[in-house]
């Protein structure tokens, strides 16, 4: 049965036997196929389960090829995007890897591999085309809600890894939807508030769209109103906070840099400029706040 044959194509893979994993997900899928009764779920599955292994083998256009159908199958699937987006990356079609890897971010801002492809494609994609290097990016496409907490029962899961754990049930799902975007606004005063220099305001809408919706952004922008405000110690936990769902964002390491600076834990403060830098070694402002603490 297709079920039986996927079971060993995953055995296969686990053992390092890609091509053979290839050929039973290839059989698998022509078996449902055949019957004319597969779910696109579980064809999606397949596909995704068979790039993984020309990822794998290096072929990285039949990745690609097999990523796009799972996808049109069940758009924003996390693996495929994954998938895709790493045989982009082989393929040095950056921009496109980039698309991959922010779309993926939006699905579960959770994923580091996909954090660590945005920062390795910004890298890649200042050096080719300069500065202005977003103007030429692709458009990214909007992730709906259904698509961001919808996530795959256990059959699906994949070789290699596990699925990722179930979400909200459908009835929740249009609160959260209005949660989300009720937070989006707040999130969008507060910044409008920043750009007036009303820092105190701005921490207010902040604060309240942070109750509805945990986001990263949200938090360094909170962050960066209390460091204006010089509430050093609630600037460097939003920043804490932020790392907690995004442990390379530079503007939480930066930001808590400033604040501990300021708090005179010099320690502290040097730490996290220099991972700041790791992930970004020629940030200006990061190397002359280090000058400063050095001299501190």
């Known amino acids: 049965s297709p079920g039986a044959l996927r079971r060993a194509g995953n055995e296969e893979f686990r053992r390092g036997q ?37 990822l794998k083998d290096g072929a990285c256009s039949l990745c690609v090829a097999d990523c796009s159908s799972a996808l049109e199958l069940v758009p924003f699937g996390i693996k495929p995007l994954l998938r895709r987006a790493a045989a982009y990356e082989a393929l040095e079609r950056y921009s496109l890897a980039y698309v991959d890897y922010k779309t993926a971010l939006q699905v579960d801002c959770s994923v580091q591999a996909a954090h660590d492809g945005v920062n390795r494609m910004t890298k890649a994609l200042l050096e080719k085309d300069g500065v202005n290097w977003r103007q030429k ?16 029962t256990p059959s699906a899961q994949g070789p290699g890894e596990n699925a990722p754990p179930a979400t909200a049930p459908q009835g ?15 999130k969008e005063e507060g910044n409008e508030f920043v750009k007036k220099g009303n820092h105190k305001k701005a921490v207010e809408k902040y604060s309240e769209s942070l109750k509805l919706n945990k986001e990263c952004a949200t938090y360094t922008n909170r962050a960066l109103c209390y460091l204006t405000l010089k509430q050093y110690k609630e600037a460097a936990q939003d920043c804490t906070e932020a790392l907690k769902l995004d442990p390379k964002n530079v503007k939480a390491l ?10 005179k834990d010099y320690k502290s403060s040097i730490a996290d400029i220099k991972s700041l830098l790791k992930t970004e070694p020629k940030n200006t402002a990061a190397l002359r706040l280090l000058q400063e603490l050095n001299r501190a």
Request: charged share 25%; hydrophobic share 45%; glycine share 4%.
């Open 18 to 54: 890609y091509g053979p994993a290839a050929e039973l997900y290839s059989r698998a899928l022509a078996q449902l196929e055949a019957a004319g009764d597969a779910t696109a779920e579980e064809r999606s599955v397949l596909l995704a389960n068979r790039a993984a292994c020309h």
């Open 137 to 152: 990016l692709p458009p990214i496409p909007t992730v709906p809600i259904s698509a961001q907490t919808r996530w795959s």
């Open 172 to 186: 929740n799902r249009d609160e959260a939807a209005a949660g989300m975007e009720r937070a989006r606004m707040l």
């Open 254 to 263: 930066y930001r808590r840099a400033q604040a501990f600076k300021e708090l």
